[in-house]
């Protein structure tokens, strides 16, 4: 199915199952965020380096 998380949720379960695929959404966004900041912080650094060479 290409229906969106969210809607896909409202149309099968309901607007309980909607919830709970949006705290899912949000749990891993939450999840990954520290190793995602933690290569961006260093792509910038390496990004600087460059630039200064």
């Given at each position: 199915m290409t229906t969106p998380p969210i809607l896909s949720g409202l149309l099968v379960g309901g607007w309980k199952t909607a919830l709970w695929q949006a705290l899912m959404l949000l749990m891993t966004f939450f999840t990954y965020l520290p190793?995602?900041?933690?290569?961006?912080h260093l792509n910038y650094a390496s990004?600087?380096?460059a630039t200064t060479k």
């Open positions: 190793f995602i900041r933690k290569q961006d990004e600087q380096g």
